[in-house]
């Protein structure tokens, strides 16, 4: 599929900016929306550096990332990430920190434990979960981006209709 045009990428960033100024100025973890733009899960928002999904009613979808004292990253999807999510129930879009992606619509839970059992559960908006489990810094230089990253030996959970386990196995696959 074609590349979206410049000035569709330019509004897509215009709307994406006001509707994460929205957010960030609601001070809230409430849903927020703009121009069919709408705040999926998120993490780190309320500190200078965060991350946040969205997504548009025409289905694109996008990364925020809120970086202290600079302008907001977008990752922008215009035909949506495309993640199947079928089997496992959900897909990992991002990491680093935490973990961010996209669930199937029948999961009800998704929760992540490390190896020493300590579980910490996602928080689910729309189609969309964030999950702030420490997988490491993310990378700041382009080196730290292709430099070998060995994932912590995390296992997620996932539960759907009448709270049953759906599955569970590792939440970063290689």
Not at 61 to 72: K, L
Request: some cysteine; hydrophobic content about 40%.
């Amino acid at each position: 599929m074609a590349p979206a045009s410049d000035e569709r990428t330019d509004q897509w960033i215009a709307e994406l900016t006001a509707l994460t100024e929205l957010c960030r100025s609601s001070g809230s973890a409430e849903q927020v929306s703009y121009e069919g733009w709408h705040t999926g899960a998120r993490i780190g928002t309320s500190t200078g550096d965060g991350r946040m999904l969205a997504y548009k009613d025409s289905g694109v979808e996008a990364e925020c990332v809120f970086r202290a004292g600079e302008s907001t990253l977008f990752n922008i999807m215009s035909t949506g990430y495309g993640s199947d999510t079928t089997e496992r129930g959900f897909a990992v879009w991002s990491a680093r920190p935490g973990a961010l992606g996209a669930i199937d619509p029948g999961v009800t839970r998704l929760e992540v434990a490390d190896a020493d059992g300590a579980v910490v559960q996602a928080e689910i908006v729309a189609h969309t979960f964030a999950v702030d489990v420490d997988l490491g810094p993310a990378p700041r230089t382009i080196d730290e981006v292709f430099a070998p990253w060995e994932p912590p030996e995390l296992t997620v959970r996932v539960y759907g209709e009448d709270d049953a386990l759906r599955y569970e196995g590792p939440l970063l696959t290689r």
